[in-house]
Structures are given as structure tokens and as C-alpha cells.
């Protein structure tokens, strides 16, 4: 990925001199943004199609995970996460990761049958590690009336 121009040398900012900072969120979203499409147009041209799938994926509720196993637990069933997504994506012909952003990945696939396949594989190895209770939407706990 592109690194977004050091704080420090404004002479790197792409808007040039006096305009914002070349470090703002801003600036560094459409840097992040550009490299997205780059790395999504790389791998349309690589295999030859027009017609992706994309699949997002998210750990649901994952601030009410560490909450309730701790950060620990919780790093570790994120960690755990992201190590097999990468794995299932490495044995899966056809896909790439493109970006990530905390706990959610963005992967691409040339035929939809892989990205299913990838997104029901990558439920039962969360099941088998962890157990249902690690892959589903913790339940909501009523607001206090008042």
C-alpha cells in the first residue's frame, strides 16, 4: 500500500504548499481509496474478467466480545479470525485480500461459488475453534427504562 506523505514534510503534500496538512484523514482515505481500486483493477486484469465478487467481512459485536471475555480472549479470537481468513483465502484459487480495517477484511473472487464457499468455510473453522457462541451477533440487553 501507497504510504501516505510523513507529517513532516508538507512539501510532499499532493494538494501542494499551504493547503491542509498531507497527513489528514482526508487525505489519507484517498490515498487508501486509490490503492484499493489499483489493487481490485490489478487483479480484474490478472484473471482476465470484468465481473467480481466482493465479500466483507465483519466480526459482529466484537466491542461486546471484549467486554464480556476480556481484551485478551478477545485479541485472541480476533487474531484467530484474521489468521483464518488468510488461510482459507490462500487455499482458495481465484481470491485476494484487498484491504482490511480493524477486525473486517475485504477480499475479491472471480466466481461467486468461491466467495460462498470461502464465507461458509470460514463459519465452520470459527465454529470449530472457538465454538458457535464466538461467530454469533451477542444477544442485546435491554436498556435501562428511565
Known amino acids: 500500500m501507497t504510504e501516505p506523505p510523513s507529517p513532516t514534510n508538507e512539501a510532499?503534500?499532493?494538494?501542494?504548499?499551504?493547503?491542509?496538512?498531507?497527513?489528514?484523514?482526508?487525505?489519507?482515505?484517498v490515498v487508501k481509496t486509490r490503492d484499493t481500486r489499483a489493487r481490485i483493477e490489478?487483479?480484474?486484469?490478472?484473471?482476465?474478467t470484468s465481473l467480481l465478487?466482493?465479500?466483507?467481512?465483519?466480526?459482529?459485536?466484537?466491542?461486546?466480545?471484549?467486554?464480556?471475555?476480556?481484551?485478551?480472549?478477545?485479541?485472541?479470537?480476533?487474531?484467530?479470525?484474521?489468521?483464518?481468513?488468510?488461510?482459507?483465502?490462500?487455499?482458495?484459487?481465484?481470491?485476494?485480500?484487498?484491504?482490511?480495517?480493524?477486525?473486517?477484511?475485504?477480499?475479491?473472487f472471480v466466481r461467486p461459488s468461491d466467495a460462498i464457499s470461502f464465507a461458509l468455510r470460514l463459519q465452520a473453522a470459527m465454529r470449530h475453534e472457538f465454538g458457535r457462541s464466538a461467530i454469533e451477533a451477542p444477544s442485546p440487553q435491554p436498556s435501562p427504562k428511565g
Do not use: M, N, Y
Open 42 to 48: 490489478e487483479f480484474r486484469k490478472r484473471h482476465r
Open 53 to 108: 465478487t466482493l465479500v466483507f467481512t465483519d466480526v459482529v459485536g466484537s466491542t461486546l466480545l471484549k467486554q464480556r471475555r476480556g481484551d485478551s480472549a478477545a485479541t485472541a479470537i480476533l487474531q484467530a479470525h484474521a489468521a483464518l481468513v488468510r488461510d482459507i483465502l490462500a487455499h482458495t484459487p481465484d481470491a485476494q485480500e484487498i484491504s482490511t480495517a480493524g477486525d473486517s477484511f475485504f477480499c475479491v
Open 12 to 29: 510532499q503534500s499532493p494538494a501542494g504548499p499551504g493547503a491542509a496538512p498531507a497527513w489528514s484523514p482526508e487525505r489519507i482515505e
